[in-house]
């Protein structure tokens, strides 16, 4: 079984320009989640999908967003990039199965990393 | 509101000796716990977690880890520690509410050094 698929590995981009990330999660997972990993501020939620709706938000300003297609792929974009953007962004599936959308086991990606200049 | 602390940014410890990482958590409502290792430059996989059956859990690797509500408390321990276990250990929560259940909530990490 094919585990969490995340491209590109790697990104760099210029202050002011906008970045997509993509992740493929594994067959079968319809929750897709998104984290934003930085050495000081650690692990950080961005947001969760489930079939297609964003169904969880984490604290982060309006230039990132998210979307999932109805194969469960999912995208994350950022707008107008910062250089406090540079960071690992880690996508995760789950079955994410019921209405509270228990996640009992995430699978993450390798990641992707931004470097912004 | 719910968090998790992980006590120590660093750990340091022999070859064959005991490693425990220490997580505490706090959440108003009954959580499912994580724990999860990170090698460089690689993403997260998961050790072990906690659903609410067993308070002892067994993960891969010869880790494991007791969850004790009392104590807001799930460390990970492994009798004997090897130099393949030097990585990152981050310990994580995620909640059984409503619409929850999607987001982990991380501690800071542990990084763990095995020395020969």
């Known amino acids: 079984k094919a585990g969490v698929t995340q491209t590109p590995r790697y990104l760099i981009k210029t202050r002011g320009q906008q970045v997509t990330l993509s992740c493929s999660p594994i067959?079968?997972?319809?929750?897709v989640s998104w984290y934003q990993q930085t050495p000081g501020q650690g692990l950080q939620f961005l947001f969760e999908?489930?079939?297609?709706?964003?169904?969880n938000k984490g604290n982060f300003p309006g230039r990132f967003s998210g979307r999932q297609f109805s194969n469960s792929r999912s995208e994350m974009n950022v707008s107008t990039l910062e250089l406090g953007d540079s960071a690992l962004y880690l996508c995760?599936?789950?079955?994410?199965?019921?209405?509270?959308?228990?996640?009992?086991?995430?699978?993450f990606g390798q990641g992707t990393r931004l470097t912004v200049v | 509101a719910q968090s998790v602390t992980q006590l120590g940014s660093h750990v340091s410890v022999s070859e064959g000796a005991l490693v425990l990482l220490r997580c505490n958590y706090s959440?108003?409502?009954?959580?499912?716990l994580f724990w999860y290792v990170q090698y460089p430059n690689q993403g997260l996989q998961l050790l072990l977690k906690?659903?609410?059956?067993?308070?002892l859990v067994k993960g891969i690797n010869g880790f494991e880890a007791e969850f004790k509500k009392s104590e807001t408390s799930f460390h990970l321990t492994k009798p004997s520690a090897h130099m393949s276990d030097a990585a990152e250990y981050f310990c994580a929560v995620s909640l059984m509410i409503y619409n929850q259940g999607g987001k982990l909530i991380f501690g800071q990490g542990t990084e763990l050094s095995v020395k020969p």
């Open positions: 959440s108003s409502v009954p959580p499912y």
């Open positions: 906690y659903t609410s059956a067993a308070t």
């Open positions: 995760a599936s789950s079955l994410g199965q019921g209405f509270r959308g228990v996640n009992t086991e995430a699978f």
């Open positions: 067959s079968g997972h319809r929750s």
């Open positions: 999908y489930f079939s297609e709706t964003q169904r």
